[in-house]
């Protein structure tokens, strides 16, 4: 089934100076992703990768990613007993609201592919087991927890029906599944300024890859993956409003914050970026310099039984 609710308000960072200088909110920006992995994760000793995870945890995670894990946990409401995974972590964000639920006497294990952001991931959850893994091979037994959600790494995975299918596998009778993706890109209005922007400045290449967080957003394309994997899943999409300090902010921190796009931006592109970017997205700029976009998510979730 397929519905719109009315839109909730993502959370922002306040700043007044510059995210990729040491003395912002948002400490140093280098090189990062800001995403879960499109390619294989560099070594943990990657100073550009374990930077990256850091600009997740400190930009992403409160500009988006914490409200929509909060969301996700409302949906598959676990016990205070549960037993629960969250796979493509990221930092955790995910995990640690689950943990939130099911603490103390329930248990979290979270996966991901990307050695840094575990890393920074178990400097800020405690709780939370991390363990490095493949959600095309998740290694567990089946049925081994109760709850079972990922927040928007599946349309990054190379085979997304085998991922549904393992997560489904790890999961217990009467247990509950919830996954999310992004909607289409023109849902996501700013961001798909962003990609022209990007391809009429770096090349078709580099605007590919904001477009890659939406590539499950096409209308039919969501649905056709759930029912090729023969699950009883149901779809339901949800609007929200992201909201980032200023546009500047919002430019440089999906430029350097993963290091397959900033590979493709030297300093003369990244100038012309910025100098372009204010006029391209005015629309979504307020008097208070604040940028707001809307973003769809749609979200699949199922009880096995």
Same mark, same amino acid.
């Given at each position: ?93 995910? +995990? ?109 290449? +580099? ?16 649905? +056709? ?74 979200? +699949? ?5």
């Amino acid at each position: 089934m397929t519905g719109n609710p009315p839109t909730f308000t993502m959370g922002t960072v306040p700043t007044t100076s510059d995210p990729t200088t040491s003395d912002s909110p948002v400490g140093p920006l280098l090189h990062g992703s800001g995403h879960d992995a499109v390619v294989s994760p560099p070594p943990p000793e990657s100073d550009d990768w374990l930077a990256a995870a850091t600009v997740y945890e400190r930009c992403f995670v409160p500009w988006i990613f914490e409200a929509w894990a909060n969301e996700l946990t409302a949906r598959l409401d676990p016990g205070p007993c549960d037993t629960a995974l969250d796979v493509a972590c990221g930092t955790g964000v995910l +995990a640690r609201s689950l943990w939130d639920r099911v603490r103390p006497t329930g248990s979290v294990t979270a996966v991901d592919l990307s050695a840094s952001m575990l890393e920074v991931a178990r400097t800020v959850s405690p709780g939370v087991d991390f363990r490095q893994g493949d959600a095309d091979a998740l290694d567990f037994p089946d049925e081994s927890f109760d709850i079972v959600g990922s927040q928007f790494g599946l349309m990054f995975f190379p085979d997304p029906q085998r991922a549904l299918s393992e997560m489904w596998r790890v999961l217990r009778p009467g247990g509950r599944l919830a996954v999310s993706v992004w909607g289409s890109i023109d849902q996501a209005p700013a961001y798909g300024a962003l990609a022209a922007l990007l391809t009429e400045t770096v090349g078709p290449d +580099a605007g590919a890859m904001i477009e890659s967080y939406f590539s499950m957003g096409s209308p039919g394309d969501f649905e +056709a993956l759930i029912e090729a994997s023969g699950l009883p899943l149901s779809l339901s999409d949800r609007t929200s409003i992201v909201r980032v300090p200023d546009a500047d902010d919002f430019v440089l921190v999906e430029l350097r914050g993963w290091p397959p796009l900033a590979a493709l931006v030297d300093p003369d592109d990244e100038q012309r970026i910025r100098e372009a970017a204010p006029q391209r997205l005015a629309p979504w700029v307020g008097a208070n310099e604040q940028l707001t976009t809307p973003i769809t998510a749609r979200i +699949a979730l199922g009880i096995k039984s």
